[in-house]
C-alpha cells in the first residue's frame, strides 16, 4: 500500500522546548489524520486535515498540512509532561481505511 | 461516548494454540479494524470489515482470520500462534459515513498484548 513515512522515530526533549514530527508521502494525499497514544493507552484521534496549506491549531498544537499535500507536520510549543506519548499520522482511505506512519515517540525531562 | 472493548488486556498462549481475540463497539458503527502494533513499525492493518459478514483484508493478514457475525462484534483468530504474533493487537472502529465531522475517525480499544511462547 502506499507509505507514509515519519520522522523522527524519537526525540527527547527537555520540558519547555519545541517539538515537532513529521509525516512525507511520495504520492498526493487526500487528507491527513494525527494520533496521540499516551504510555500503555491506545491511540486517540487528534485532528485531521484536507485543504493544501491547512493549519489547525489545539491549543499547544499546530498541525499543518504541505501545499502540494504531501506532507504534514504536528509542532508542540513549549511541551510539558503530559505530551508524553507517541504521535502517528495516518493516511485515511477508502471505507475509512488508515494506513500509519510508524509514529514518534516523544519523552519530556521535566 | 464510542466504546470499544476487547476480551482481554493480556493475554499469554503456546505456540500452535488457536486464539481468539474478541472485539466489541456500542456505536452502532459499520466499519471494524484489527491492527498490530510493534516498535518501530507503527500500526499495521490485518483486516477490516465494513459490514456484517463481510471482511477484507489488510496489509498483513498472513496467519490470520476474521469473524464478523453480528455488527457489533469482531473476533480476530490465529489458527495456529506463533512467536512472531506476540505483539499489541488494537481494534477499532468508524462510522461508514465520510466528509461529515467528527465520523471520519477511528476508535480504538485499549488494546489487548499477546505474548506467544
Known amino acids: 500500500g502506499q507509505q507514509v513515512m515519519q520522522i523522527p522515530q524519537y526525540q527527547h526533549v527537555q520540558e519547555g522546548e519545541d517539538f515537532t514530527t513529521y509525516c512525507n508521502s511520495s504520492?498526493?494525499?487526500?487528507?491527513i489524520q494525527w494520533y496521540k497514544q499516551r504510555p500503555g493507552g491506545h491511540p486517540v484521534f487528534l485532528i485531521q486535515?484536507?485543504?493544501?496549506?491547512e493549519v489547525k491549531k489545539q491549543k499547544r498544537l499546530t498541525f499543518q498540512f504541505g501545499e502540494a499535500k504531501k506532507n504534514s507536520s504536528l509542532h508542540i510549543t513549549a511541551t510539558q509532561t503530559t505530551d508524553v506519548g507517541t504521535y502517528f499520522c495516518a493516511r485515511r482511505g477508502a471505507g475509512n481505511m488508515l494506513t500509519f506512519g510508524g509514529g514518534t515517540r516523544l519523552m519530556v525531562k521535566p | 461516548d464510542v466504546k470499544v472493548t476487547q476480551s482481554s488486556r493480556y493475554l499469554v498462549k503456546r505456540t500452535g494454540e488457536k486464539v481468539f481475540l474478541e472485539c466489541v463497539q456500542d456505536m452502532d458503527h459499520e466499519n471494524m479494524f484489527w491492527y498490530r502494533q510493534d516498535p518501530g513499525l507503527g500500526l499495521r492493518l490485518i483486516y477490516f470489515s465494513y459490514d456484517v459478514k463481510m471482511k477484507e483484508k489488510g496489509d498483513i493478514p498472513e496467519g490470520y482470520s476474521v469473524s464478523r457475525e453480528k455488527k457489533e462484534r469482531f473476533s480476530l483468530i490465529l489458527e495456529s500462534a506463533s512467536t512472531n504474533q506476540t505483539s499489541m493487537y488494537l481494534c477499532?472502529?468508524?462510522?461508514?459515513?465520510?466528509?461529515?465531522?467528527?465520523?471520519?475517525?477511528?476508535?480504538f480499544g485499549p488494546g489487548t498484548r499477546l505474548l506467544v511462547l
Open positions: 504520492t498526493t494525499l487526500s487528507n
Open positions: 486535515l484536507v485543504k493544501s496549506g
Open positions: 477499532a472502529s468508524s462510522s461508514a459515513f465520510q466528509g461529515l465531522a467528527g465520523r471520519e475517525t477511528q476508535y
